[in-house]
Each structure stands twice: as C-alpha cells, then as structure tokens.
C-alpha cells in the first residue's frame, strides 16, 4: 500500500530513533543512563492521581465529554493563568483544551498555513515544530539561536519578504534545547514584530514552571497586546509529571482558539472527563509541588555542572528547564559524540544537530535521573579521557 504525499512528508521522528538506539544497547544487558529524553522521572502527585481515581468511578465520566472540554476545566485554566501571571482570560473565547501540548503545536499549521506558507521556526527547537508544517504543505524558515544573543531569535535579520510572508512564529522560552529564558522586552517585541507583520505568534510554554536562581520564567501573555496576536500552548507533563496523560491547553487570541476548536471538534471529542477533573485539581491544589520541583532540578543542575567541571567537560549552567545544553569534545560531531557516549559509557544524550542545523556541536541532557545516576553518568564520561582537562576524579 502507498502512503499519502501527507505521510511521506513527514520528517524521520527524532526521538522515536533516538529510543530505538538506547532500547537496544538495554537489550543487550547495558545499564544504560538515559539522559536523552524529557521525560519527568517523577510521579504526580497523589491528590491528582486521587481525583483521577475518584472521578473515574463517577459514571458521568464515562460519557462523551463535551466538544471543547469541561467548564470545570477552563475555569481551574482561568483561575491559574490569573494567579501565577495576572492575565485574565475569557472562558469560552480563549481556552483550548489540548491532547498534550504537542497535538495544540502540530494543529497550528494545518489550522492556519496553505501549501507553500512560510513558518518561522527557532532553530534549535523542537523537532516536532516539523510535523505540523509538513501535514499542511507549508514551508519552514529558521531563525538561528546563538548564545551571543542568550538563544534569542534576531528579527531584524529576517528579510523583510520573508517577514511578509510568514503565517506562524514558533517560540520556546524556558528553551527546549539550550535551556535560555525570554524576558519581557524580548516578548514585547514578539508582539510588536508579528502585528506588524501579521504573523501568529506561537509560544510553547512547556517548562513555563522550571525557572532557577530564584527567577520566575514570565508567560508572553503577558506583554502588551500578546493576546491581540497570537497563543501561549501550557502542558501538564513538566509542570506537574503528567507527561503520560496526555493533557494541555492553549490560550489567548480568540480567532487562533476558535480555529484550534473547530478543527478538534472534527477529530475528538474532548479529553476523557477523569483527566479533565485530576488536571483541574492539579492547577487549582498543586501549585506548591512545582516550587518543590524546581528545587529538585536546581539541585541536580548543579551537582551535575559542578561534576562535569571536574572532568574538564565545561558549559553554562541553564536558567531554566531541565535541559544541559553542553558542548561535545573536540574532534566530535553531536551524532557522533552521542554515539561514543552510548557505547563506550552507556550514557545516553540527544545530539544537538536533531535540533537544528544550529544544534550541530552540542548535546542535550536531561536532568531526569536522580543526582547519584547522573554522577554515575560523569564518572563514566570522564573515564574516557576525551577532554582537555582529563580528570579522572570520581564523585560519591
């Protein structure tokens, strides 16, 4: 049977590959410390899994939920987004309840882009950005993320035509690769830039919770006239280990969520009532679990930056998500690097190049292990010998 151009389209699924490498180096008896995935290595906590518990054996719950997802829901939604940032919401007009943050992000393109529109694109940035712009035959434009600029994208090297042109902006602040965070002057001239140029600015506020330092990552909801253009995507995964229940939401421009409804109202019927009910709990009862959270990633950012110093592997401390953006040994590419880790340490880490061409020359680690598996994961690093400074100091 032949696939349709739509699935042929589809760029390689990067983590899939990724999991697939470390899946076999398991299967042949390594103990494999897997770092290259984000995926929340702790539970939820139990007053959610208690209402999941309780509203799953409400027989309501067992009916079709409505279409655009439990009042309930969108008012805990509302209420949150009040309190953590002071933005007001309307309920009906400018909440989406989401399958995951994921399903909002690949939606937008097919909601919003013909064949051929352009979409900008931080790069490096989460390959599923991808996927959304191949289902809707658009085409993506890059916007390379330096560390001379804390990973911030520069409009003003955008070409004027190209800017015209542009339907969407994806962007990802704390940052999924690198770990950067935005600040307000930068989102104010997010808003500025797309009104100017009638883009739809897409923010991916997936680690919105995991800032360091003290510092509260802000929500671009929160500049002057964001909600006037474009979207803020909140996932339940990070902030709240959820990242199994498959459960987010999106806010802001009203337009932009009634295009995300009317489109899953052709798809779904709305999230199964249970995870409505726990995830409304979540935001309305759990709000102290994400400081505790972020205390927990703090500490293990350290213990591992302060480890790798020690092994001569240099990089900067991120100020937000659990991601290590680090730098790969001299003479290495990412892949290959990468794959010099998993078989001659079995520690697994994503290439930076999987990112973005500007991803070539990092890796990525996540922060998903206890703080005794990733000095573990040090020691083997630095065993191998591989960095200017070749320390072979072992950590307790």
């Known amino acids: 049977m032949q696939y349709s151009k739509t699935l042929q389209s ?19 008896g390594k103990d494999v410390i897997n770092l290259g995935q984000g995926n929340p290595d702790q539970p939820a906590p139990e007053k959610i899994v208690d209402e999941l518990n309780r509203s799953s054996r409400n027989p309501a719950s ?7 997802g439990k009042d309930s ?8 987004y009040h309190h953590e940032y ?16 994921k399903s909002g992000l690949i939606e937008l393109p097919i909601c919003f882009c013909n064949k051929g529109d352009l979409v900008l694109v931080p790069d490096p940035g989460y390959p599923d950005y991808l996927s959304g712009i191949a289902m809707a035959s658009a085409t993506p434009y890059f916007l390379p993320l330096m ?24 962007l990802n602040y704390p940052n999924n690769p690198t770990g950067a965070c935005a600040t307000m002057p930068f989102f104010e001239e997010t808003a500025s830039y797309c009104a100017k140029n009638g883009i739809i600015p897409v923010h991916d506020f997936a680690y919105g919770a995991i800032g360091f330092d003290g510092q509260k990552p802000p929500s671009f909801m929160q500049a002057g006239h964001a909600k006037d ?7 339940m995964s990070k902030t709240f280990n959820m990242a199994g229940w498959r459960v987010g939401f999106a806010v802001g421009n009203s337009d932009v969520i009634e295009a995300i409804n009317l489109l899953q109202d052709h798809m779904y019927v709305s999230i199964f009532p249970a995870i409505q009910d726990a995830a409304s709990i979540a935001l309305s009862e ?14 293990r950012r350290n213990t591992f930056m302060d480890a790798c110093r020690q092994i001569g592997w240099h990089g900067n401390p991120p100020p937000g998500s659990f991601f290590v953006w680090m730098p790969v040994a001299d003479g290495f590419s990412s892949e290959a690097f990468a794959d010099l880790l998993l078989q001659q340490a079995d520690v697994a880490v ?18 998903v292990e206890s703080k005794e598996r990733l000095l573990e994961a040090v020691n083997r690093i630095g065993k191998l010998g591989i960095f200017t400074d070749r320390g072979q100091k072992t950590f307790p």
């Open 229 to 235: 253009v474009g979207i803020e995507i909140y996932t």
């Open 86 to 101: 002071g933005v007001s919401l309307d309920l009906e007009k400018e909440i989406a309840i989401l399958f995951g943050g």
């Open 73 to 80: 829901f969108k008012k805990a939604i509302r209420t949150f």
């Open 350 to 367: 994503a290439p930076g190049s999987g990112f973005g061409a500007y991803g070539e020359g990092f890796v990525r680690i996540g922060l």
């Open 147 to 170: 560390k001379e600029r804390n990973y911030l994208p520069d409009y003003q090297s955008v070409p004027a035509d190209i800017s015209e042109k542009a339907r969407l902006l994806f």
């Open 10 to 28: 589809l760029p390689p699924q990067y983590f899939s590959s990724l999991v697939h490498k470390v899946n076999k180096a398991k299967a042949e």
């Open 62 to 68: 067992h009916k079709y939920s409505p279409f655009r």
């Open 286 to 299: 759990c709000n102290g679990y994400a400081a505790e959270l972020v205390n927990m990633y703090e500490d």
